[in-house]
């Protein structure tokens, strides 16, 4: 296999996980943010009801791109589970019919109002109670204006999985990998990694991310 990127320790693979996956050594950390299934690729206009009850639609920034169209299916969640010593799964919820019972959920609580969500719940086996943390899903992304992809998570919540995972982890893979924050969290704290994404957009923006002086 050949890398798209491979500087420093930190390796990204362009293409489907499910052929890759199975030709990678196991790591000590799966941290992931799988594809719901529930449209959040680009392309659709949003309906936001604030506080006061006003609403605002939201008009779409990114391209439709079809990869949230389907959840991944319950081999892949295998695949991942076996390769990592440990492993925290966004959105864990979405998938509790393919998972293991585990008393160790994160809960994201992203403190954004109107008739979006709470937060978001991170299926682990770390061992822990459940933990909260408290973060704006836009933070440190000026409000959304700099968010590259349209499910893109805050640097501050990928180092907050990392943190609480046992045994600190020093190598790290990421098999829907996205624009590479959880790289990019990874590379700012020392860490080895890997990233996998079907779409080259995103290995291109991750690559670009990367090479950054500055992360964000």
Known sequence: MKPYYNHAGITIYHGDCREILPKLPNVDLVLTDPPYGIGEDGGQKRRWRKGDGR????????????????RPDKAIFLVMMDGGNHYAFFGGNHFADMLPRSGGWLFWDKNIGGDFSDGELIYTNFGNAIRKYTIHPF?????????????QKPLEIMNWCISLCPNNPQEILDPFMG??????????????????????????????????????
């Open 139 to 151: 933070a440190g992304l000026s409000g959304g204006k700099a968010r590259v992809h349209p499910t």
């Open 179 to 216: 624009s590479g924050t959880t790289l990019v969290a990874a590379k700012e704290l020392g860490r080895k990694a890997i990233g996998i994404e079907i779409e080259e957009k995103y290995c291109e923006i991750a690559a670009k991310r990367l090479a950054q002086e500055v992360l964000f």
């Open 55 to 70: 609403c605002k639609v939201l008009k779409p920034k990114h391209e439709a791109m079809g990869w949230d169209s389907s």
